[in-house]
């Protein structure tokens, strides 16, 4: 069973950036796509980013221009790089593994982290 462990969270100001990053306890297959679901308080779990193997990203539309994914394959790493933090960035940021992109975007997600705070105040 894979293991996906989250680092990087923590309390910043509003505009300012955070990185995250997630690995992975063994090796993820090449046909996996990575990402990052985040669960604010009292809201559903949303996409944010995901990325393949390749390369191919996809980000949630909130979240475009202000946060990068990326991913190291070699390392079994996936990073969430996020600039220009609002409040309403505030949530619990999981990393999650899927077969194939489309499966992480429509929420069939294989495996889940166990998620980092994140949380954007003044």
């Known amino acids: 069973q894979v293991q996906l462990v989250e680092s990087g969270g923590g309390l910043v100001q509003p505009g300012e950036s955070l990185r995250l990053s997630c690995v992975a306890s063994?090796?993820?297959?090449?046909?996996?796509?990575m990402g990052w679901y985040r669960q604010a308080p009292g809201k559903e779990r949303e996409l944010v980013a995901a990325?393949?193997?390749?390369?191919?990203?996809n980000y949630a539309d909130s979240m475009k221009g202000r946060f990068t994914i990326s991913r190291d394959s070699v390392k079994n790493m996936v990073y969430l790089q996020m600039s220009g933090l609002k409040p309403e960035d505030t949530a619990v940021y999981y990393c999650t593994a899927a077969q194939y992109l489309t499966a992480l975007i429509l929420g069939r997600v294989d495996h889940w982290g166990q998620g980092t705070q994140v949380t954007v105040s003044a």
């Open positions: 063994q090796s993820i297959p090449s046909h996996y796509a």
């Open positions: 990325i393949t193997t390749g390369g191919s990203t």
